[in-house]
């Protein structure tokens, strides 16, 4: 019974390292698991600010170019509004030139 005893003893201290380093494994796993998720988390976080970051940028961008736009508009419609004021002018003075010679002799 003494050998038998000692083989059940052996076993069963066997079978509790081996639970020991199965729940080390497992705490272990979780950690890394749990460190993962983090990192992932940490990942997302700064490609989301990065996403903001250019998405502000390009609204600055497109602003600024409409802003151009604009200006480019205004100054074609000055130059534009301006030559037929010029034409408008002459067409005027054409027109009394001509009243003035068909009314005085």
Known sequence: MDVSSRVLSELASREAALDAQIEAARVQAQQTVDAAQAQAAGIIRDAEAQVKAMQAEH???LSAEMQQIRAQARA???IQAEQ???RA?????????TIMRAVLP
């Open 76 to 78: 074609e419609a000055g």
């Open 59 to 61: 609204e600055q961008k």
């Open 84 to 86: 037929t004021r010029g």
């Open 89 to 97: 002018q002459a067409r005027l003075d054409q027109a009394v030139d």
